[in-house]
């Protein structure tokens, strides 16, 4: 297979639109929740700088939830056009999970947010807010089932193979949304998305609290992101080690790969850095390693002695096992690419945690703002804001930038952790199942993949413009001001009481 075979393009054109749209998927997982909760404040207190906030961070939600349906979209036309083989072979068990996120979660979000767009004026408060978190739940169900989707990719559980067709057919739906890896797996990007959410307010209410902009809103909402960053660090870090388990018992093979760990050890070291041979799997070796003693067997079994499986042993397992049933050459993974995607998915998603932590713990010991700072949304120069009102010294440098430089840490530890998940699984499309150059459509030329994936990148430049525009704009343009009707939402429907079991809809066709 050359370098520019069909299924090679294939992959990289998967690879670019997924990772690119899931660039979207965390925030809006996340957003939707705490959008809802600022809300929610805002209907039990009654304090205006809990409205103007929810405005403020709904209007980016908006943004990344219409980017994100239309890269989905996108990322869908590859099953029929690059994976027609993989589609006819899986449609049975892959596409009822898709129905269900499509048929259930994705319309019953989409209703919802249309009643929080236009019902601002038109709703009851508490209404209204509820619209939000059943938009907040409607993500959660989306996520949950392409999740699901995804881990019986990783771990084929609940069907049966036709030996007629040749294809997969579903047996145990529920199986298939309930097994360990699919749990486990949710768990831990649900977890990531709200770590994401946090890093993305609290970079943007630093931007503008370090200029003395909307001081009041910018202020609740940095105290909410450090929160959201640091639970959902602390989350992040189990779920991944629930999930790490898992992935050694079920894909022995993308776990050694991705501690580099050519021969069988017990106790094993865990790798903080490698550099070695990715020769012939006889010969592989590492050069240069640092390790930390029994650290590995302990990540896999909960114990700092037994013994876990490496590369070679591996390789010779699934080739006694597979060998007469597939052809395949190699039963490795790119070895540095699943070695150092692991590395960065972490380094990069508990730097993130640790920003949060220490934000959390300096504005607890009131290193923050003096007293004496107004909270007026009037321009302050940044100077004076420094000296004259006495922002505090640990948060007027270092912590400050490296809040703006957080807003993006997440995002680059969820891509790596796609990239690690899906190259990690190689030579498979589905593990044990289905190899991946089994998957490709066969009438596919290396010029129309070639075409297609020139398009989709293209088009992806054209609205990661579009995006990054969009969001500086509101951006910069801060919490919005109340008019009478968005501080005085009516309390009637239709000229009835809200609470009135007799009154008609306020929306009907």
């Known amino acids: 297979m050359t370098a520019l075979a069909p299924e090679t393009l294939a ?47 709904g209007k980016l939600f908006l943004i990344n939830i219409a980017m994100g349906v239309v890269t989905g ?59 939000m978190w ?85 202020r609740s909402s940095l105290r909410l992101g450090l929160v959201t960053m640091a639970l959902a660090g602390v989350l992040t870090a189990v779920t991944g080690d629930r999930l790490g388990k898992i992935m050694y018992d079920q894909q022995p093979m993308k776990m050694a790969a991705a501690e580099a760990l050519w021969e069988t050890k017990g106790p094993a070291p865990f790798s903080l850095f490698a550099y070695g041979d990715v020769g012939p799997p006889k010969t592989g070796h590492n050069k240069v390693a640092v390790e930390i003693p029994g650290l590995l067997s302990f990540l896999a079994h909960d114990n ?40 960065w998915m972490i380094g990069f998603g508990m730097s993130s945690f640790a920003l949060g932590a220490a934000g959390l713990y300096l504005t607890r010991r009131r290193l923050w703002l003096s007293p004496r700072l107004r909270t007026s949304d009037e321009e302050v120069p940044r100077l ?19 809040a703006l430089l957080t807003l993006a840490f997440p995002l680059i530890a969820n891509s790596w952790g796609w990239i690690f998940t899906e190259t990690g699984r190689q030579p498979w499309v589905v593990y044990g199942v289905l190899p991946t150059a089994a998957g490709v459509s066969p009438s596919v030329s290396q010029a129309e993949v070639v075409t297609s994936m020139s398009v989709f990148i293209a088009l992806y430049a054209v609205l990661a413009v579009i995006e990054v525009k969009l969001l500086a704009k509101y951006v910069k343009a801060g919490p919005p001001e109340l008019t009478d009707s968005d501080l005085n939402p009516p309390t009637r429907i239709g000229g009835h009481d809200a609470d009135d079991p007799d009154r008609p809809m306020a929306f009907s066709y």
């Open 134 to 218: 059943m938009v907040a739940v409607g993500t959660v169900l989306s996520a949950y089932f392409i999740l699901a989707a995804n881990s019986w990719m990783q771990h084929p559980v609940g069907y049966r193979m036709n030996p007629s067709s040749g294809r997969a057919e579903l047996t145990d739906f529920v199986r298939v949304l309930t097994q360990n890896t699919a749990v486990a797996q949710f768990a831990h990007t649900l977890a990531a998305a709200f770590l994401t959410g946090g890093a993305f307010m609290v970079g943007i209410a630093a931007y503008h609290l370090m200029r003395g902009r909307h001081v009041a809103v910018m």
């Open 304 to 343: 700092f002695s037994e013994p876990v499986p490496g590369i070679k042993d591996t390789e010779d397992a699934l080739r006694e096992k597979y060998g007469d049933k597939f052809d395949i050459a190699d039963y490795r993974p790119n070895i540095p690419l699943a070695y150092w995607s692991f590395r």
């Open 11 to 57: 992959r990289w054109q998967f690879g670019v639109t997924t990772v690119y749209h899931f660039l979207f998927v965390p925030l809006t997982i996340s957003l939707a929740s705490l959008v809802a909760g600022l809300e929610t404040a805002w209907v039990r207190t009654g304090k205006e700088k809990y409205l103007r906030a929810a405005k403020f961070w």
């Open 73 to 131: 979209i996108l990322q869908e036309f590859q099953f029929g056009m690059n994976w027609s083989d993989y589609s006819r072979f899986v449609g049975d068990v892959f596409g009822a999970p898709l129905a269900f996120e499509a048929l259930i979660a994705f319309f019953f979000e989409s209703t919802f947010i249309g009643l929080w767009i236009f019902g601002w004026d038109k709703l009851p408060k508490r209404i209204h807010a509820a619209c």
């Open 384 to 402: 004076a804001l420094t000296r004259e009102r006495e922002l505090g010294p640990a948060l007027t440098g270092w912590y400050w930038r490296l």
